[in-house]
């Protein structure tokens, strides 16, 4: 059974930066939703005993043709993208990462900042709902991506390459608060990632 993430936060803790409002029903109904029509599909289609990353890596061999291949897309998507999403976000986030991951940025984007303006154009210029990725393939190779709708970068590459952080351009992720101003969303929620959480991704997608 497919489960969402605990938050480790209440809905108020990334005031003023993610407002409570858009915390509470982005998880409770939005999540919740992915999350149950996963549970129900995956159950439907025989796969509901593997976990999700499976599923996408998997993609042709497992789901697609499938009568329910698009609904588990895209509720599998929405219930992975999510987990991670709201797993690195904290009220103590904010600032820059250390060690490893940062290494790692600096030599391949240039700087922090200048990786910090490569994934925000690419969450701006996302046309329409989707996210934007930082992503490792498993020897730590780092990239910036952005994808429609619920797809991810598991998918897309069948497993080859990992998110560790994911930033949610849906319009329900920001539109009670920052309206129709995504690049102001965007530049908040730098405050909120918690980089110590997406070094552990990191150091996970190597494995």
Not at 88 to 102: I, Q, V, W
Not at 122 to 137: I, M
Not at 156 to 178: F, M, N, Q, R
């Amino acid at each position: 059974m497919f489960k969402q993430i605990e938050l480790a936060y209440g809905f108020d803790a990334l005031e003023p930066h993610i407002d409570a409002l858009t915390m509470e029903t982005h998880y409770s109904k939005h999540h919740a939703t992915y999350t149950n029509n996963l549970n129900k599909l995956a159950q439907e289609a025989g796969i509901n005993d593997k976990p999700i990353e499976v599923i996408f890596a998997n993609w042709k061999k497992e789901t697609e043709g499938k009568a329910n291949a698009q609904g588990i897309r895209n509720n599998g998507g929405g219930y992975y993208n999510h987990n991670l999403y709201f797993g690195h976000m904290s009220p103590k986030g904010g600032g820059e990462p250390t060690g490893d991951l940062a290494d790692k940025i600096n030599s391949t984007f240039g700087s922090f900042a200048d990786f910090q303006q490569q994934i925000s154009n690419a969450a701006v210029g996302q046309f329409g709902s989707g996210w934007a990725w930082l992503a490792s393939d498993n020897s730590g190779t780092l990239s910036v991506s952005s994808s429609p709708n619920q797809d991810n970068p598991i998918l897309e590459t069948e497993g080859k390459i990992t998110p560790i952080l994911g930033i949610d351009v849906w319009e329900h992720a920001y539109y009670l608060k920052y309206k129709n101003l995504r690049p102001d969303y965007i530049k908040a929620f730098f405050n909120v990632i918690d980089w110590n959480i997406v070094a552990a991704n990191y150091s996970a997608a190597q494995k």
